[in-house]
């Protein structure tokens, strides 16, 4: 696959590999994550994962400066063949161009190729954006709720809580789901029981993470609570809404 239409002119997609490649995703981690070596996947590591048959495709620009990749993992997941997502990363001043969308399409394509039907990997669920392009524009579906999954702090949000989900390759895209009648939110103390619930989230939580991690621990614990609470009481993730607040909707299990 190489330029995607709705991409940028010039923008290309492509397999990465060999020595300057892989250092190129090595940089645009540092420009998206920093540089604390704890929360970087090296190039060794890259490399090791392309012999086990990972996947890392990129989109370039004219010029061939690496934008933004995608990397991942052969999987098992149930017993089955699966692929582990486990970055994706596009450079700050290269967002909202459709990349990120446009290198997830990549590796679906390619996962096909392979004869794989679904893919899994995680993501922080206080992020408005990725919530909206993963269930949304992609059709995947959240199937746990992983509480520090890393142990603590990564990435500078909170702590390391995460979504997983599952993206069975040949679904369409999401649709949002109906809106709920009550709604979660920062200040809720009662968690309603009612068939269709929302749990609201910040519309930008790494902005508001940046600038008051105390509010940005307090929507931590409020949201986890609730997640918790609900997924262990049997609920499912039905979708996720823009607007104002954004919010997921989660059912009572049928
Ligand atoms: C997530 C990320 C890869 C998306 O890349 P991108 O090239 O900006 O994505 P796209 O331009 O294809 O956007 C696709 C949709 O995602 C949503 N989205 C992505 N980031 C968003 C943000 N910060 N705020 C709001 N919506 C966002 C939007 O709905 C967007 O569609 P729209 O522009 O039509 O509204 C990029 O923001 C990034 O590198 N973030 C930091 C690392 C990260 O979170 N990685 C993913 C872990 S799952």
Known sequence: MGEVAGLPAGVELRALAGRDDLAA????????????????????VLEATLRAGGLLGGACDAAGRLL????????????????????????????????????????????????????YWSYDPLLAGNAHLNLNLLGARVVEYVEEMYGGEVQGTAG????????????????????????????????????????????????????DPVLAGRWRAATRRAFTH???????????RRGDPPLYVLEAGV
Do not use: N
Request: glycine residues 12%.
């Open 25 to 44: 995703c090595l940089e645009v981690q540092q420009a998206v994550w920093g540089d604390d070596p704890r929360e970087l996947v090296p190039p060794i």
């Open 68 to 119: 933004g990749f995608v990397y991942g993992m052969p999987a098992i997941r149930e017993g089955r063949p699966a692929h582990w997502s486990h970055l994706m990363a596009v450079r700050p001043e290269a967002r909202r161009l459709g990349l990120g969308l446009a290198l997830k399409q990549w590796q679906r394509a390619h996962l096909q190729e392979q004869g794989i039907e679904r893919a």
């Open 160 to 211: 390391s809580d995460r979504f997983i989900v599952e993206w069975m390759l040949a679904a369409p895209a999401g649709t949002a789901p109906p809106a709920p009648g009550e709604v979660v939110g920062l200040e809720t103390a009662a968690l309603p029981d009612v068939p269709r619930v929302g749990v609201a989230v910040p519309k930008d939580f790494s902005a508001l993470a940046g600038g």
């Open 230 to 240: 609900y997924l262990d009481g049997g609920y499912r993730v039905a979708g996720f």
